[in-house]
């Protein structure tokens, strides 16, 4: 496995991640009681997950040429 493929293949899991913490983010937003906040930061998983797809495709097409 190249380095790129690597590259690549850590964006889509980052990319995954970034999706189902945004779904988590919405279900807690919309939800019945106001009082069960949960503990987990949906939020800043989202884009701390978003900034890594974004490195690891950057990484990918610089280590593309």
């Given at each position: 496995?190249?380095?790129?493929?690597?590259?690549?293949?850590?964006a889509?899991?980052?990319?995954?991640l970034?999706?189902?913490?945004g779904?988590?983010?919405?279900?807690?937003?919309?939800?019945?009681s106001?009082?069960?906040?949960?503990?987990?930061?949906?939020?800043?998983?989202?884009?701390?997950?978003?900034f890594?797809?974004?490195?690891?495709?950057?990484?990918?097409?610089?280590?593309?040429d």
């Amino acid at each position: 496995m190249t380095a790129q493929q690597w590259s690549w293949g850590a964006a889509g899991v980052a990319l995954v991640l970034a999706v189902v913490a945004g779904l988590a983010d919405r279900r807690r937003n919309r939800r019945a009681s106001l009082d069960d906040v949960g503990w987990v930061p949906w939020r800043g998983i989202q884009v701390a997950a978003m900034f890594a797809v974004l490195a690891l495709a950057i990484l990918g097409f610089k280590l593309g040429d």
